[in-house]
């Protein structure tokens, strides 16, 4: 009797036997700190490497009903996508995985359309279009996705030069929307450009989610491929990206990639939960109430700053991107006579100690800078007292 107590007690024990009473007793496991990992407070922004945003529950709950069933993943890519088109005011549109995926497909299918033999001829571009012309402005550090499928970036800086450079070799012109300023040459400027060439321009806007308007802006600016982040602002699954545009191009995208084997995007699968995730995040996104939403920042801005200023020789300022991470930025300064410590100090401080905090990772010697639209409620306040303690123990 004694072994059958103890086998039933063991079976009990596991997940697919436990008790509602069994079950009510467990805890989450604390698997970072198992792992020896620390989590942060984040008033850097959404960051990659700092795992970008939070999904709100009814992200991940959509994804947890989409994880216990099977569907045919090119007709959730073709549900998916429709909806999104629609919300954005698309033609055509796909989920990838993340914004750089959507970089690779969506040059991908400039180049091979939806001709399977070129499909699985690239990145040997031999007798295709094997060149991608770009402003020298707009190279960035992430234009490796579109060379990975072979083509050569050809740089330019006027109008006249790409004029003289389009040629039938060229496949795509792409534009970085956070580079625009730094460029001679507009986004609608681009638009016109590649319409008189009949050259495909695709926009990377990843980061550039607010203000709201923004993610249907650069489809009806003429743009023929555009993409987003869904990690981002949106917070959707950080694996997520936007990629729409002209429905050729997205059709020809999609045989570029996952499920369909031998593409040069095979391994950038994104799955059924995923798709569904991003979907419920841009459905949140869109109905969030932006300007209350703006407000809350602010009041958290000013938080921290009141804190911070009440040290002497203590300044700053707010300062909010034009184009992408369009939030307020808080930028704070001291006298370094005076407060003995400099913002990559305290930005070590503020990290080596509880509550471990990041902060954004400017390369600026004399700015201490955060952002405050990551953070959770509470922790706005969190952030003002560790940033005044780490400074007042430097006061001379």
């Given at each position: 009797?004694?072994?059958?107590?103890?086998?039933?007690?063991?079976?009990?024990?596991?997940?697919?036997?436990?008790?509602?009473?069994?079950?009510?007793?467990?805890?989450?496991?604390?698997?970072?700190?198992?792992?020896?990992?620390?989590?942060?407070?984040?008033?850097?922004?959404?960051?990659?490497?700092?795992?970008?945003?939070?999904?709100?529950?009814?992200?991940?709950?959509?994804?947890?009903?989409?994880?216990?069933?099977?569907?045919?993943?090119?007709?959730?890519?073709?549900?998916?996508?429709?909806?999104?088109?629609?919300?954005?005011?698309?033609?055509?549109?796909?989920?990838?995985?993340?914004?750089?995926?959507?970089?690779?497909?969506?040059?991908?299918?400039?180049?091979?359309?939806?001709?399977?033999?070129?499909?699985?001829?690239?990145?040997?571009?031999?007798?295709?279009?094997?060149?991608?012309?770009?402003?020298?402005?707009?190279?960035?550090?992430?234009?490796?996705?579109?060379?990975?499928?072979?083509?050569?970036?050809?740089?330019?800086?006027?109008?006249?030069?790409?004029?003289?450079?389009?040629?039938?070799?060229?496949?795509?012109?792409?534009?970085?929307?956070?580079?625009?300023?730094?460029?001679?040459?507009?986004?609608?400027?681009?638009?016109?450009?590649?319409?008189?060439?009949?050259?495909?321009?695709?926009?990377?806007?990843?980061?550039?989610?607010?203000?709201?308007?923004?993610?249907?802006?650069?489809?009806?600016?003429?743009?023929?491929?555009?993409?987003?982040?869904?990690?981002?602002?949106?917070?959707?699954?950080?694996?997520?990206?936007?990629?729409?545009g002209r429905k050729n191009l997205i059709e020809a995208a999609?045989?570029?990639?996952?499920?369909?084997?031998?593409?040069?995007?095979?391994?950038?699968?994104?799955?059924?939960?995923?798709?569904?995730?991003?979907?419920?995040?841009?459905?949140?996104?869109?109905?969030?109430?932006?300007?209350?939403?703006?407000?809350?920042?602010?009041?958290?801005?000013?938080?921290?700053?009141?804190?911070?200023?009440?040290?002497?020789?203590?300044?700053?300022?707010?300062e909010v991107p034009e184009i992408a991470n369009h939030t307020?930025?808080?930028?704070?300064?001291?006298?370094?006579?005076?407060?003995?410590?400099?913002?990559?100090?305290?930005?070590?401080?503020?990290?080596?100690?509880?509550?471990?905090?990041?902060?954004?990772?400017?390369?600026?010697?004399?700015?201490?800078?955060?952002?405050?639209?990551?953070?959770?409620?509470?922790?706005?306040?969190?952030?003002?007292?560790?940033?005044?303690?780490?400074?007042?123990?430097?006061?001379?």
């Open positions: 009797m004694s072994s059958r107590r103890t086998f039933f007690e063991a079976l009990a024990s596991l997940p697919f036997f436990s008790t509602k009473a069994t079950a009510a007793k467990l805890k989450t496991p604390d698997y970072f700190k198992d792992l020896g990992i620390r989590p942060f407070i984040n008033a850097a922004g959404t960051y990659t490497t700092l795992t970008a945003s939070l999904m709100p529950q009814e992200v991940m709950d959509a994804m947890e009903y989409a994880s216990k069933h099977f569907v045919h993943l090119t007709k959730v890519q073709d549900a998916v996508g429709a909806r999104i088109a629609t919300l954005l005011q698309a033609e055509s549109a796909m989920v990838t995985s993340g914004a750089s995926g959507a970089l690779t497909v969506g040059t991908a299918g400039c180049i091979t359309g939806t001709d399977n033999k070129k499909i699985l001829q690239i990145p040997d571009l031999t007798g295709l279009k094997d060149e991608v012309l770009v402003q020298k402005a707009h190279r960035y550090g992430y234009d490796h996705a579109v060379r990975a499928c072979g083509v050569k970036m050809i740089e330019i800086e006027t109008e006249e030069e790409f004029h003289r450079k389009a040629s039938p070799r060229t496949a795509m012109a792409l534009f970085f929307n956070d580079a625009e300023k730094r460029g001679r040459i507009d986004g609608k400027g681009w638009v016109q450009l590649g319409k008189q060439h009949g050259i495909p321009t695709f926009i990377d806007a990843s980061a550039d989610s607010l203000p709201v308007e923004r993610l249907s802006l650069y489809n009806k600016m003429g743009f023929d491929l555009v993409t987003f982040s869904g990690g981002k602002g949106i917070c959707a699954p950080q694996s997520t990206g936007i990629l729409m999609r045989l570029n990639t996952s499920p369909y084997s031998d593409s040069i995007a095979r391994g950038m699968k994104v799955n059924k939960e995923e798709m569904i995730g991003l979907l419920v995040a841009l459905e949140m996104f869109l109905k969030r109430d932006h300007n209350a939403e703006w407000k809350e920042w602010e009041r958290r801005v000013d938080t921290i700053r009141k804190s911070a200023e009440k040290l002497p020789t203590v300044t700053s300022s707010v307020p930025h808080l930028k704070m300064t001291w006298d370094q006579s005076k407060i003995k410590i400099s913002p990559l100090e305290v930005k070590k401080k503020l990290f080596d100690t509880e509550p471990c905090i990041e902060v954004t990772p400017s390369t600026d010697q004399t700015n201490l800078v955060v952002t405050v639209w990551m953070l959770k409620p509470g922790e706005a306040e969190i952030v003002a007292k560790r940033i005044q303690d780490v400074l007042k123990s430097a006061v001379a």
